[in-house]
């Protein structure tokens, strides 16, 4: 398939390490973010959320961090994996699901094996 | 969550010809929204699609190059008109979960203008 985020920074990592991918947002009255895994061919796909009442939220293998006293936000990825090769999106907004996100530049994550 | 698809998947279009994308939601939905994914680029929001009213498109982008319907609460179409390499891109389609704040998105058109 068609492969997006060709120029996008690159994170590889090897098998079974884990990944730390990180996003800066401007917006301080953000108060809910997102990120997406995008696979070449393929629309986003939700990962995990965090609503700014929160600096963790864990999920299966993914943890997200918020830091809003710099606007930072991450994603931890435990023991990666060659099927989490894809490009990830750090997304944000302030308010429900009724208005657009804003979408960051985007990380290519390359898993070796 | 919402599944959606997209038609048609992909197309090569000459130049100056007109391409409508569609965008079909297996639940009722509020708001649609439609961005554009230019080749290795992040997502930018063209427009935002509530139905029974005009779309309200972003600052460089407009109705005339980018007209959207959206007839009901399932569906809604997006035209890339007069159609240049430029337009080239990845168009999404994504829906709004309402009082949740998650968005889903559609698989993507992958339009190719030579």
């Known amino acids: 398939g068609e492969s997006v985020g060709l120029h996008l920074p690159t994170l590889s990592v090897q098998e079974g390490d884990n990944s730390i991918i990180n996003c800066a947002y401007s917006?301080?009255?953000?108060?809910?973010f997102i990120w997406y895994k995008q696979e070449s061919g393929k629309g986003p796909q939700f990962i995990i959320d965090?609503?700014?009442?929160?600096d963790k939220r864990q999920g299966q293998r993914v943890t997200v961090l918020l830091n809003k006293t710099v606007k930072h936000l991450s994603l931890q990825i435990a023991a990666t994996q060659p099927g989490d090769s894809a490009v990830y999106f750090c997304?944000?907004?302030?308010?429900?699901?009724?208005?657009?996100?804003?979408f960051g530049k985007g990380t290519r994550l390359s898993v070796i094996a | 969550s919402a599944v959606i698809s997209q038609k048609p998947s992909r197309d090569i279009c000459q130049r100056g010809t007109s391409l409508t994308i569609q965008c079909q939601v297996d639940?009722?939905?509020?708001?649609m929204f439609w961005y554009r994914q230019q080749p290795g680029q992040s997502l930018t929001l063209i427009a935002t699609?509530?139905?029974?009213?005009?779309?309200?498109?972003e600052s460089g982008f407009v109705i005339d190059k980018f007209p959207i319907s959206r007839p009901n609460l399932t569906f809604s179409t997006l035209t890339v008109s007069n159609m240049s390499p430029e337009d080239s891109s990845i168009y999404l389609c994504?829906?709004?979960?309402?009082?949740?704040?998650?968005?889903?998105f559609g698989p993507g058109t992958r339009l190719t203008v030579t």
């Open positions: 994504s829906v709004g979960g309402g009082s949740s704040y998650e968005q889903y």
């Open positions: 917006n301080s009255a953000s108060d809910y």
């Open positions: 965090i609503r700014s009442n929160m």
């Open positions: 997304a944000e907004n302030s308010s429900s699901g009724n208005t657009p996100l804003v």
């Open positions: 639940s009722q939905v509020t708001m």
């Open positions: 699609a509530n139905q029974g009213s005009e779309a309200t498109y």
